[in-house]
């Protein structure tokens, strides 16, 4: 059957036609990207959307959202939109919402090797037996975990990038301390994010005495990646460090026996995140060094994991 497919985030609303067969996603269609900022509600969006294919869309949703799902209303956590529950109930037939890295989490269970990048550690496939970490920074960080045990699999959403933020070393007690006057409470989401790479060059620029030549995370990105500041570039070599920290954090708290990296910002880091600092800071766990470097970390390539793993979700809720 065919579902429409939607991956609500905190800048974009993607969407597509998925279609469902056997407990599988065989298919997903040209994707749809929205910005957020750019409708007042999710159901502008979704209209629009509806003009794009005549008007006419199927009666079946699954849905992820950038936030806990619960309640009959969704807040996201990065978007002004609030979802009504019962207001979808009553336009669809069929509904499925998940959060958006238990989607990413249903996703991993359908994706083949060729869409996994090896990042470190052993470079093996992922384990049939055990539990999987999965970890992505996008406008914000979103956390979750596949557990794989006697043929099974088991999808566990988490709020893992609200947790505390633990500086390693002095420039980032700076950093906190720069945040906190902002925040109050600093957590990891605010460094390890698409917008969080602005609070570490902001940092780094007060700290070298340097003038602060972006004032936005989008030009400042693009200066990183392409190498065309030098504090800018220093500034996403420190946010590779504390990713590796927090990642290995998660892994560690959560029991991995692997780790999967997904999210915006990894895709934009694939071919930076193997050559930077990630890889030392995410197995300096002190006497459990040796057992962190065991662990297959790798990075999701594909380019529309969240609607896969929305389809996938709605075909193991609805029984098909």
Known sequence: MDVVAVDLGGTNARFAIAR??????????DMTT??????????????????RHGGHLPSAAAIAVACPV??????????????SVDALRRDLDRLTLVNDFGAVGHAVRHLDTG??????????PLPEQGLISIIGPGTGLGVAHLLRRNGHAYVIE???????????????????????????RVSVERLVSGPGLLGIYETLAEIDGAPRLFQDDKSLW?????GSDRLAVAALDRFCLIFGSVAGDIALTQGASAVVIAG????????????????????????????MMELPVKLITHPHVGLIGAAAAFAEEHGL
Not at 222 to 226: H, I
């Open 115 to 124: 869409h996994l990048q090896h990042v470190m550690g052993p470079d093996r």
């Open 222 to 226: 693009a200066a990183a990646l392409d």
């Open 34 to 51: 929205l910005a957020t900022a750019h409708y007042a509600t999710f159901q502008s969006a979704w209209e629009d959307f509806a003009a």
């Open 70 to 83: 619960k309640g009959r209303e969704i807040k996201l956590t990065n978007c002004p939109w609030v979802l």
């Open 20 to 29: 469902i067969a056997e407990g599988r996603v065989i298919e997903v269609g």
């Open 264 to 291: 915006g910002v990894g895709l934009r880091l694939a071919d930076r995140l193997a050559h930077s600092g990630f890889a030392r800071r995410f197995s300096a766990k002190g006497r459990f060094e040796a057992m």
């Open 158 to 184: 988490t709020e893992g990038g609200h947790s505390d933020f633990a500086p390693l070393d002095a420039i980032e007690d700076h950093m906190l301390g720069r945040l906190r006057e902002r925040y109050l």
